[in-house]
């Protein structure tokens, strides 16, 4: 087979030619423990403090307000269990959406099961909440506003300064899970009044197993993980020097290359999607306009978002669905479904998500191969058959 297409960057991105470089030497010549005081130590501990600058300075933080951890997940699990605990005194009620992440959605409902009352705010048909009914849900007992900066199926943008805003009003903490956006689309945590935020290594071209938690000064969240003084006490645990250094270095190549990126990319995703959807029974998800810059999403009538899957890949053209059935279930994603997606069309989702290394030519060759894929399958579809019958009529 010739080239590979990747079209799943929301999924992950390959890592930076810069980021390996500067993890290559922690990981073979300056292997010391950054808790040890003598030199090859005190090297790696150097390392840390320079990347946490680093991952501060890239979201608008201070240093001391970057926590590493191993993944979004944990730092998802870690702001909004420790919230829940720090503040359980106050009140149980959090709000949050109903298309967040599942690393925000199960512990969410881990809360539930211990007494905690999570307000899920629904959603437009373009993914987006109403800032209204945000400020409606918020209750004495509120403690937590917890909601995603960007999806990470169909790629819509939440107004997250306004929720800010109205979260630093009210007096409750603002979580936001900006997994998806960290490095795609300009943050800045003191301008969007934010007391916490995940962001992920890999989902900028930073390793795999790598994550960070900005937690606001004199927000007082309890530990993570407990043992050792590392990350002062929080998160304890010997830390992934390498990988905490190529977080670091692909997230400050990822904001000083922004804008162009952006530009790029955006371009990029809007022919695809003009090309798209001149497929007949396809429709956008998301956003049209507030949309992460890589992400095109779709569904396709009378088509199962698999069977594309597959068919792509063996065109050596990656992608994803968001009707997958990855958890064994064969019901279509939570999001899909918010959305108001009846059942059938949400079986027919794709979402291609593109990144800085795609080009023109990748773009062309989705768009020669894609339509003959959809036909491929639909011909082989009764409901299709059914379908166009329907519309003769
Ligand atoms: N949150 C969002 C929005 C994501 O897209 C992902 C990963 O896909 C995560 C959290 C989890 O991140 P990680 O893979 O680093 O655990």
């Known amino acids: 087979m010739s080239k590979i297409i990747y079209a799943d960057n929301a999924a992950t991105t390959s890592l930076s030619k810069h980021a390996y470089e500067a993890m290559t030497p922690y990981l073979i010549s300056e292997y010391g423990n950054p808790s040890s005081i003598y030199s ?31 993944c979004g997940t944990e730092s998802d699990n870690w702001a909004i269990k420790s919230v829940a605990e720090l503040k359980k005194s106050k009140g149980k009620h959090i709000i ?37 009914e945000l400020r409606a849900a918020i209750r004495p007992d509120t403690i937590l506003i917890t909601i995603m900066t960007a999806n990470n199926e169909i790629g819509t943008i939440m107004p997250i300064a306004e929720i800010g805003d109205i979260a630093r009003e009210a007096g409750v903490l603002f979580h936001t899970d900006a997994v998806q956006a960290a490095g795609h689309i300009p943050l800045n945590v003191v301008d969007m009044k934010i007391d916490l935020l995940s962001l ?11 994550g960070a938690l900005y937690i606001k000064k ?7 993980m407990q043992g050792g003084a590392q990350e002062r006490g929080l998160r304890s645990g010997t830390e992934n020097v390498a990988g905490i250094v190529g977080l670091a270095t692909a997230l400050e190549e990822s904001v000083s290359n922004m804008q162009e990126n952006m530009k790029k990319v955006t371009a990029l995703r809007d022919r695809l999607i003009d090309g798209i959807l001149k497929i007949p029974y ?9 949309r992460l810059p890589g992400t095109a999403s779709f569904v396709f009538e009378c088509v199962e978002g698999e069977s594309m899957v597959l068919l792509l890949d063996q065109n050596g053209i990656c992608a ?8 064994g279930s064969l019901d279509p994603s939570h999001v899909l479904m918010a959305i108001g997606l009846p059942h059938e069309v949400a079986h027919g989702s794709l979402r291609l998500s593109l990144g800085e290394d795609n080009s023109e030519e990748d773009i ?12 491929r399958l639909r011909d082989m579809s009764p409901l299709w058959e059914e379908r166009i019958s329907e519309e003769k009529i």
Request: aromatic share 4%.
């Open 40 to 70: 090859v130590g005190r090297t790696a501990k150097k390392a840390i403090e320079s990347a946490r600058g680093k991952v501060a300075s890239a979201i608008g933080a201070k240093p001391e307000e970057i926590y590493f951890t191993a």
């Open 96 to 132: 949050s959406t109903a298309i967040e992440h599942h690393a925000v959605v199960h512990t969410l409902q881990k809360l539930e099961k211990q007494g905690f009352d999570v307000t899920y705010l629904g959603v437009n048909e373009n993914g987006n909440i109403s800032l209204d």
């Open 200 to 210: 992920s290594g890999h989902k900028f071209k930073g390793p795999k197993g790598t």
């Open 218 to 224: 004199g927000v007082r969240l309890p530990s993570n």
């Open 282 to 290: 396809t429709r956008l998800t998301g956003d049209l306009v507030n």
């Open 320 to 327: 994803s669905s968001g009707s997958a059935c990855s958890s």
């Open 364 to 375: 062309d060759i989705i768009l020669e191969k894609l339509p003959q894929i959809i036909s």
